[in-house]
């Protein structure tokens, strides 16, 4: 019961001060009609519900479809094999995202008709699939993230510079339609997969920064188009709005639509996957099952979340803006900020992306840290937004241009795996909730406030929100690595002969688990091998040490050294040589911090190499064997 | 009885092994280590709709023998542990080595332990078989643990090492049912094979929470 538990429990505690907000204006400020207010409540319920079982599900099917998918790529020797496999992926898993059609055919209405809606769709594909390509190949030849971010965002800041206002909202908006509910997940899985089947000293810092990377396709893409097309102005205005009537019949009325949305967007993963099993990974039954259940999870999870969204929050947050906005300029702007640092922590991906942080750094970099700096982000990005609305002086790129200059010059100092989570954070940070509710509640604002464009306002929201994590969340990596214990670099490995396998049966063994700072466990594997020791596993955990307390002032969070734990089963007889070896290295044990503890009972050990007459020889109670 | 210290494992929910820790340390533990594993659920339900894992901590301090009965008595108390579902934690006899330090063979020979952990590495996505033939032979529940081998660099396009990943299973049985659940295992993974494996066991001196045999545990027995 425990995870469905757990689950609920994470998503109500990010879902309820949302209502909270919501309910206390509608009941102080704001004149909302009860009907809205109901059906807010209802979608709230949904919305728990739908986010839940969307989040087992990508737990259940979008984890192992990207893993197999990762370990297919890593795996393939040919580099033509690796640039197409993931192109394909990028391509497909966003030509199907609703969310980015709605927006090719707000562009063609915009556009008078030159450009064709499906043209939009397809070049922004084609540029999310260059992305993805390019992006695993940084990964696969460890290529620094930091450096490749600072390039391609280098390009979109000159390019910015060439498109016009609108043009340079809607490309950053194009990049938040295709980080969608569905595809973040799945990205993320890919590159953790990746990064695991990878291996290696970067693996912790390469499992995030795809999601990063992918988010500029869609911008440069746009941006591209805009120049070579000539257009530069956006002539419709937003479509006449008006609350939808009743409670139920809203609700109603959208969940096929959605439904049918959800399975387009559902669709290429999980045939690209049935092709792949079906020719590849041939998977056994029951964990053919369980991917399986896992994809109807995640359908029905997102179809119950996004009709939630969309029919029960959008006309909320539209009302809500359109009061605030009318009232006062100052209300309209503390309000916007205290609906960001909630917000933000209902999207989907920014759950999916937290628990991921936990898997890799084994809870080194502590999730409650990452959400609260999203949140304050996000906040304050609303906040300028609306501050932009009110005050029709203040562009757009006043705010965004020098926020990834900052951002790009603080990642160069960052530390690694803070700069790939801070550009995955801005294209997880903009996912549904953004795009609907908050959308909504600033297209309320602007549609009062005489001087503001619904239709450019609106997109420059998304641009502000995806921008203010990846600054903030490198600014806090900047911190993080002055506060924590660093590393140093591992001397050249040299070349590990093969290790010689045991022969003998009926060996009297010896456990030997020995505990170090990171990045050590090679060292220790290398030393412990010289020594006689055979195989061992690596563990990754986190440790205290009374040395290396670190903590962070005024929010007060440990940070705790990450560790690597080595299990060596070794016989006998070598394995005091092994544990003082590994103690008598100056290495490990000055920089590695070393603790090595045997079992001094024998361990009854079968090895790999024990025959088969094992089997029929029950095995020797502890006290005989001695 | 002198050179034997332990090293506790607590099982316990994403979450909590902070919090045992530092209680830990206010008492006088020097150190620990924290890292995360899976449990597993045993419903009908839960398996149907496909909620087979759940998230645990795992927590190891090293500690003297007294200590480690305190650290019990803790976690009994404070933590709630020897109710059904709140977590496990036992100890194993390790010594901490330094160098030149020799084992006191004859203190072994006083263990006797009521317990022992079975400990098998298989690689990746054989975790759940593994699981499946424990329980049959009678265990009652396992915690897997992801780590990865040490592995061969092996040449590819890319400078690429494949690292191989291993699943890494953590069993705590009564000794009667120690020899059954091993060769269950070893049979039905096919351990004997090269490479495909390894199993073995360790002492467990002291349980907290184990399930099977609360009534003992609520008396808090050593050994």
């Known amino acids: 019961m425990n995870l469905v538990y757990e689950k609920f429990k994470e998503v109500a505690q990010t879902l309820l001060p949302v209502v909270i907000l919501v309910m206390i204006l509608c009941f102080t400020i704001v004149d909302v009609d009860t009907s809205v207010i109901v059906r807010f409540l209802i979608g709230s319920v949904m919305l728990l519900i739908g986010l839940s079982v969307f989040l087992w599900g990508v737990d259940l099917a979008m984890n192992p479809i990207g893993e197999h998918m990762s370990h297919e790529i890593a795996t393939s020797r040919s580099i033509y094999k690796i640039g197409i496999l993931s192109f394909l992926l990028g391509f497909l898993v966003t030509v199907a995202e609703p969310d980015l059609l709605v927006l090719g055919q707000q562009i063609q209405a915009a556009s008078g008709g030159t450009v064709s809606a499906s043209l939009i769709v397809y070049v922004i594909s084609f540029g999310v699939g260059i992305m993805i390509s390019l992006g695993i190949f940084r990964l696969l030849r460890d290529r620094p993230l930091n450096i490749f971010m600072a390039i391609t965002y280098s390009i979109i800041i000159g390019l910015g510079v060439f498109v016009s206002e609108e043009f340079f909202a809607i490309s950053f908006d194009a990049s938040g339609a295709t980080t969608g509910a569905l595809t973040t997940p799945f990205v993320l899985a890919i590159s953790l997969g990746l990064s695991t089947v990878k291996g290696g000293r970067k693996s912790e810092e390469n499992s995030f920064g795809l999601v990063g990377i992918m988010s500029a396709g869609p911008i440069l893409a746009v941006m591209l188009m805009s120049i070579i097309s000539g257009q530069k102005h956006i002539q419709g205005t937003a479509e006449a709005w008006a609350p939808a009537q009743g409670v139920l019949g809203p609700i109603l009325s959208a969940l096929p639509a959605i439904f049918l949305e959800s399975i387009v967007a559902l669709a290429p993963i999980a045939i690209l996957f049935f092709i792949f099993n079906f020719a590849k990974f041939k998977l056994a039954k029951d964990e053919m099952v369980q991917v399986l259940k896992g994809l109807s999870f995640t359908l029905l999870g997102l179809t119950l979340f996004l009709t939630a969204v969309n029919s029960g929050f959008m006309d909320m947050g539209r009302i809500i803006g359109m009061e605030l906005a009318a009232m006062s300029p100052w209300l309209l702007i503390g309000i916007a900020f205290m609906m960001g640092l909630i917000v933000v922590l209902v999207e989907p991906a920014v759950h999916v992306l937290g628990q991921q942080i936990e898997e890799v750094t084994s809870g080194h970099i502590p999730v409650k840290l990452i959400r609260m700096t999203l949140s304050i982000a996000v906040g304050t990005a609303i906040a300028l937004s609306m501050v932009r609305i009110v005050v029709p002086a203040v562009k757009l790129w006043y705010f965004v241009i020098p926020g990834f200059v900052i951002a790009i010059l603080l990642s160069l100092r960052s530390d690694p795996v803070f700069v790939g989570i801070a550009y995955d954070a801005g294209g997880v940070a903009s996912g549904p909730m953004a795009a609907t509710f908050v959308l909504a509640f600033a297209q309320g604002a602007a549609a009062v406030i005489p001087t503001a464009n619904v239709l450019v306002d609106g997109f420059g929201v998304i641009a502000m929100i995806a921008t203010a994590p990846v600054l903030s969340i490198n600014l806090l990596g900047t911190i993080f690595r002055h506060k924590k214990v660093e590393y140093p670099e591992l001397e050249k490995k040299e070349k590990v002969p093969t290790s010689h396998l045991l022969e003998e049966r009926d060996m009297l063994h010896k456990c030997i688990i020995a505990v170090v700072d990171r990045g050590f466990a090679e060292k220790a594997i290398e030393v412990a091998r010289e020594a006689g020791a055979s195989g061992a596993t690596i563990l990754r955990g986190r440790g205290t040490d009374e040395h290396q307390k670190v903590k962070l002032p005024i929010i007060n969070i440990e940070l705790q050294p990450e560790k690597e734990i080595v299990l060596f089963v070794t016989r006998e007889q070598v394995s005091g040589a092994i544990a003082n070896s590994l103690l008598s290295n100056e290495q490990l044990a000055g920089d590695g911090k070393i603790k090595v503890f045997i079992s001094p009972t024998e361990a009854m050990a079968e090895t790999f190499v024990v025959p088969k007459q094992m089997e029929s020889e029950p095995d020797p109670a502890p006290a005989e064997t001695e | ?223």
């Open chain 2, 1 to 223: 009885m002198i050179d034997i210290d332990t090293l506790l494992f607590v099982i316990v929910n994403r979450g909590k092994a902070n919090a045992i820790l530092k209680k830990a340390q206010e008492l006088g533990a020097a150190s620990g280590t924290i890292f995360l594993g899976e449990g597993t659920v045993q419903s009908k339900l839960l398996e149907a709709i496909g909620l087979t894992e759940t998230h645990k901590e795992i927590l190891m301090i090293s500690s003297s023998r007294d200590l480690c009965s305190q650290l019990h008595a803790l976690l009994n108390k404070e933590f709630m542990l020897s109710k059904r579902n709140q977590g496990i934690a036992f100890s194993i006899p390790f010594t901490q080595w330094q160098p030149g330090r020799k084992l006191d063979e004859e203190a072994l020979d006083n263990l006797n332990p009521s317990h022992y952990c079975i400990i098998t590495i298989v690689d990746k996505g054989r975790g759940k078989a593994c699981i499946k033939a424990a329980r049959a032979a009678g265990a009652r529940g396992g915690t897997l643990i992801h780590g990865r081998g040490a592995g061969i660099p092996t040449d590819f396009y890319f400078p690429l090492v494949i690292e191989p990943q291993k699943e890494i299973l953590l069993v705590v049985s009564a000794k009667e049912k120690v020899a059954a659940i091993q060769n269950k295992i070893f049979t039905d993974l096919e351990l004997g094979k090269p490479g495909h494996g390894i199993l073995f066991t360790l002492p467990v001196t002291q349980t907290t929470g184990l399930y099977e045999n609360r009534a003992e545990e609520s008396k808090g027995a050593v050994l």
